[in-house]
């Protein structure tokens, strides 16, 4: 009878013991606690759904935590400063965690360190972070993140399917930006990439179709395959002088893409990276040479509706390489070259000398009075000295001459004894929709505002002659 007694405890006991153990997503042991007793060791402390990882643990590597804490109780963590990192898969799949805090020790956040946390709305990243590993933050419900200024790497899909994130700033401490990082991340709308970036991985911010406004830093060597792709809500995109290569599909099925500014750079442009993009009516090319296209680059866009600017003396280069791509320039919309720009200083302009009235010498009481100019900003101040007519166009003008449809028209005729033109204009007065004519007795030049808000300065001089 003791015996039987013996085997019926044991085997309770076993079973009891079976019955706190479950598999976590990671593939460790978690074991359930008994009681709602708090736990405290030289590593971790755990009480009322907090866990705080002591600054002595040096890592978090988490063995001590697996074996003895329900995942699904941790609501709150908190590292200390002495942490200097987050292990791989750390705390995933710890679905009611709301709130994190990050020491200022830490300088790594191994892969998928907060995967599917799907609580968590909010992170800050101090600054001490230098990698964001791969899939550390995927599947989360983050509606913000900060991430520190000396975080160098984000890893691929580091922030994939944050399906509630509205807006994030990389900054320029930022080198590389993985594969997929900020893929299917459908609330997004606002990306500033930093000055550091240079390379956009593949997919990088795919699906992304909510994203109306994208900024590319001036460090962009590389924008990878498919790196945009289905952002069906931007409407424009400038491409900085500093990025050489567009990879394969990089904005393709970006069906309300309006409007693309190529910078100087770009040496090669992949397969079908502007293809269905059915809005597509303006893209103005800054380089001199046209970049290598890649097939069906504008594929299924609609050529008669589509306009192409490109550099001054540029335009028989690109039509011999628009015609290779299967474009013929006849059945565009509009295809123009650029006018030269003869010198870009802004000292040459050089105004009339001001007006100074008369002293009436029998009446020396009074104070001779220099009467006080009108402004009128649809008049554009002009001379002519020595055969040439200097003209200013001012911020002001600008605004004033503007019509409905963006146009600004500047009449310089009437002028038929001068051989030149400089015409001093105020670069900051325009915007990227609008067109520049100007009339002359020597002809037409149209200006996009997409070109001359890519030109450098606050001035720009145009230099227009007979010959």
């Known amino acids: 009878m003791r015996k039987i007694k013996r085997l019926i405890s ?32 030289e590593h971790f402390e755990f009480d009322a759904g907090i866990l705080t990882v002591k600054t002595n643990t040096g890592t978090t590597e988490l063995r001590d935590i697996n074996t003895q804490i329900n995942r699904d109780d941790v609501t709150r963590i908190v590292i200390e400063s002495g942490v200097t990192e987050i292990g791989a898969f750390a705390f995933a799949d710890c679905t009611n965690l709301t709130s994190v805090t990050i020491g200022s020790g830490v300088t790594e956040i191994g892969n998928s360190a907060f995967q599917s946390c799907t609580s968590l709305t909010s992170v800050i990243i101090p600054n001490s972070v230098m990698t964001i590993g791969n899939s550390a933050f995927a599947l989360t419900a983050l509606t913000s993140v900060t991430i520190g200024n ?93 990025v050489t290569r567009i990879g394969d599909g990089a904005f393709s099925w970006c069906t309300n893409l309006a409007s693309v500014t190529i910078g100087s750079g770009v040496t090669s442009i992949g397969m079908s990276a502007f293809s269905y993009c059915e809005d597509l009516t303006s893209v103005t090319f800054l380089g001199t040479v046209p970049p290598n296209f ?68 029998d009446e020396p009481e009074e104070t001779a009075q220099t009467p006080e100019p009108v402004v009128d900003d649809s008049v554009v101040q002009m001379s002519e000295r020595d055969g040439v007519l200097h003209a200013t166009l001012t911020a002001g ?29 105020a670069l900051g007065g325009f915007e990227a929709g609008d067109m520049l004519v100007i009339v002359t007795d020597f002809g037409t030049i149209r200006l996009t505002g997409a070109i001359l808000r890519a030109m450098r300065g606050d001035t720009v001089v145009l230099r227009l002659g007979k010959g």
């Open 10 to 41: 044991t085997a309770l006991l076993l079973a009891l013991t079976f019955s706190t153990f479950v598999q976590n997503g990671g593939g460790n042991l978690l074991v359930l606690p008994v009681s709602a007793a708090p736990i405290v060791n």
């Open 150 to 242: 000396s975080v160098e790497t984000i890893g691929d899909s580091a922030f994939s399917s944050c399906t509630s994130l509205t807006s994030v700033t990389i900054p320029d401490s930022v080198k590389s930006i993985g594969d997929h990082a900020f893929v299917g991340n459908t609330a997004l709308t606002s990306v500033t990439i930093g000055n550091g970036v240079e390379t956009i991985g593949n997919g990088a911010f795919g699906r992304c179709t909510s994203l109306t406004s994208v900024t590319i830093g001036n460090g962009v060597t590389e924008i990878g395959q498919a790196a945009f792709e289905n952002c069906t809500s931007l409407t424009s995109v400038t491409i900085p002088d500093s």
């Open 294 to 361: 890649g097939m069906n680059v504008f594929w299924n866009v609609a050529v008669g509706n589509l306009a192409i600017t490109v550099p001054y003396g540029a335009g028989a280069a690109y039509t011999t390489t628009l015609t290779a791509l299967g474009i013929d320039i006849d059945d565009l919309k509009d295809f123009e070259e650029a006018p030269p720009i003869r010198s870009t200083s802004p000292h040459i302009f050089t105004p009339p000398p001001v007006y100074v009235a008369p002293v009436v010498e």
């Open 397 to 425: 003008n600008i605004a004033a001459l503007r019509d409905d449809d963006g146009v600004i028209t500047l009449d310089l005729t009437g002028y038929d004894d001068i051989d030149d033109i400089r015409l001093t204009i």
